[in-house]
């Protein structure tokens, strides 16, 4: 198989603080089979030591099989991909990534670059809340698509996990007074099902689970019910897929290396029923964009994502749901930023080369001006934080950068139009030239008819030097007038 782990978000030795690889970020996404193509970024979350790279090792055989019916291949071979192994200790630590992107056709034609990842346990005695909820919050914002991997069943603890995650749902979306949530998708994989009797495996099994789970009733506590009626509001989609064990051999056999003839036969079967349901092309979920809604994102924004969220995540050691909506505010501010200011030099462009000659400064001035108001108010537009400036000062500092980088840019314009205008100016400087050196020329064809029929050429030939002197001697005094009118025509 090709293809390995790449580690992307590290933990240092020294400071046990986590660091961003940019490298070999932008060596995965930005390859050039991911290109400007929408991405779909699949990643599995949870506690360690509960099968979350043995899932990730599935996912990676799917895509390299592209899909095709008998994708898990010979069933006594071993599993390879992300490293995993049984035992009481770890093996991911911060987030790894396949350093292959899988590109998928959809049915509409569209291709999709699918992005996997891995991540280190959470939310288990080992790891701190701090570091879990960083981690979780990380796979949470650049992910399309993430499988909270868990054992047994779906238990209060787990939903309290996502306390702080629901709450900035809540926060953002009552904030701004939008529709949209701030997460994609979110899967409930529970493994090792107990109670199939009465729920069954797979996905509506699941599906029953969840809705019987998350109903908010008079009984709970408050911060109970408040966590519910935030995964609604936080999420875009919310499904749950409950799982047989694996089977025993897998757990007891010390040599055990992944072979799908040595796992449980109902585990498997469900296995090729879930894998697909994430990463058929007709199920991919695209990551969206933070700068154009409802568009998706590309490997190049998603680079900027991870980039901004690590910046903040590092100034303000807490996650707190505060915290994720400033991370929130400055993405998209940053993002919309970029996309206003490509939006000007467009409308710039577009103005400019309609005219195919050099402008005025009124008229250079004037575009500027229109152009730059149609950036500003794609900003205030796309960036519903920009609304409200009294609740997201970030927004607001980022609309004067983005002025203040028109401004800086309409210097360049200036600039050619002033090349183009001594361009001009040289233009008609030799059309003086041609225009004199053509009479000079006319007069001495002249003299040359009248010396054939025997007429005396002294007057003539007189003339001929004279306009050709007189022009050649006018040039220099015509380049400095045509060039004066511009600069005088120019203020």
Request: include cysteine.
């Amino acid at each position: 198989m090709s293809g390995h782990p790449v580690p992307i978000v590290v933990q240092t030795n020294d400071s046990l603080k986590f660091e961003l690889d940019e490298d070999a970020l932008k060596s995965i996404l930005l390859n050039s089979a991911v290109g400007d193509k929408p991405v779909c970024v699949v990643a599995v979350a949870g506690a360690f030591r509960q099968g979350k790279s043995f899932l990730m090792n599935l996912l990676v055989k799917y895509c390299a099989n592209k899909g095709s019916a008998n994708w898990l291949g010979n069933p006594s071979q071993p599993l390879e991909g992300f490293v995993w192994r049984g035992g009481i200790d770890g093996e991911t630590t911060g987030i790894n990534i396949w350093s292959e992107p899988f590109v998928f056709t959809k049915p509409t034609g569209e291709k999709v670059a699918v992005i996997l990842m891995d991540t280190q346990g959470t939310f288990d005695f080992k790891t701190s809340m701090q570091d879990s909820t960083f981690i979780f919050a990380l796979t949470l914002l650049t992910s399309s698509v993430t499988v909270y991997n868990l054992m047994n069943n779906i238990r209060e603890d787990d939903l309290m996990n996502l306390q702080t995650f629901c709450t900035f749902g809540t926060l953002a979306q009552n904030s701004i007074n939008q529709n949209s949530c701030a997460f994609q998708k979110l899967l409930f994989l529970v493994r090792d099902w107990n109670f199939p009797r009465q729920y069954p495996y797979g996905h509506q099994g699941g599906k029953t689970v969840l809705k019987r789970i998350l109903t908010v009733n008079e009984d709970q506590e408050p911060a109970h019910q408040d966590i519910r009626e935030g995964l609604g509001k936080s999420f875009e989609e919310l499904e749950c897929y409950l799982m047989p064990h694996i089977g025993m051999r897998a757990i007891r056999d010390e040599d055990f290396d992944g072979q799908l003839n040595q796992l449980d036969e109902e585990f498997v079967e469900h296995m090729k029923l879930l894998v697909p349901r994430l990463l058929a092309p007709e199920n991919l979920v695209e990551k969206l964009s933070a700068a154009q809604s409802g568009q998706p994102a590309t490997g190049e924004e998603l680079v900027r994502l991870f980039r901004t969220y690590m910046a903040v995540f590092r100034e303000r050691r807490a996650v707190l749901p505060t915290t994720l909506v400033q991370i929130m505010v400055r993405v998209k501010s940053d993002e919309t930023c970029k996309m206003a200011f490509e939006l000007y030099k467009r409308t710039m462009d577009s103005k400019i080369e309609s005219r195919g000659r050099s402008l005025e400064d009124s008229f250079l001035n004037s575009y500027h001006s229109e152009s730059k108001r149609v950036a500003i108010t794609a900003y205030n537009t796309a960036n519903q934080y920009a609304r409200n400036n009294a609740s997201f000062a970030t927004a607001a500092e980022v609309r004067e950068i983005l002025v203040m980088n028109i401004d800086e840019h309409f210097r360049t314009y200036v600039q050619k139009n002033d090349e183009m205008k001594l361009d001009e100016v040289g233009s008609r400087s030799r059309l003086y030239i041609l225009g004199g050196l053509a009479v000079a020329g006319a007069t001495a064809l002249r003299a040359g008819v009248l010396t054939a029929s025997g007429v005396s050429l002294g007057p003539v030939v007189a003339t001929a030097v004279g306009v050709g002197s007189v022009a050649l001697k006018a040039v220099p005094w015509a380049a400095k007038s045509i060039y004066a009118r511009f600069l005088q025509r120019g203020r």
